[in-house]
Nanobody
């Protein structure tokens, strides 16, 4: 089990940028399916972006072209660069780790380890 700690959330105006970080307790994120998810009150947790090994990342259509997922060279930190933020991007953002196979179709419930989340608020 890996411990995950998110940071970098905050309040920005529409069109602004934020960079979320997810610090892992070990470097297992290099071989695990890693993802960013977001959730707003009353809605299910939805996938935003995922990355597995050196494969091309998977990005949700709603954020494609604006958000980028990446890992640092030491493979202990996961990032989510968010540009051109919109009010509908508001939510609690979580990073998660799961098994590698089927990463890009793995439902949120099948991710094993979760961080505590970081709040992103975008005002118009």
């Amino acid at each position: 089990q890996v411990q995950l700690l998110e940071s970098g959330g905050g309040s920005v105006q529409a069109g602004g940028s934020l960079r979320l970080s997810c610090r892992a307790s070990d470097n297992s994120i290099s071989v695990r399916c890693m993802g960013w998810f977001r959730q707003t009150p009353g809605k299910e947790r939805e996938p935003v972006a995922r990355i597995y090994g050196e494969a091309r990342p998977s990005i949700a259509d709603s954020v494609k072209g604006r958000f980028t997922i990446s890992k640092d060279a030491a493979k202990t930190t996961l990032f989510l660069q968010m540009n051109d933020l919109k009010p509908e991007d508001t939510g609690m953002y979580y990073c998660a780790a799961g098994a590698g196979p089927g990463c890009y179709i793995l439902p949120p419930a099948d991710f094993d380890d979760w961080g505590q989340g970081t709040q992103v608020t975008v005002s118009s």
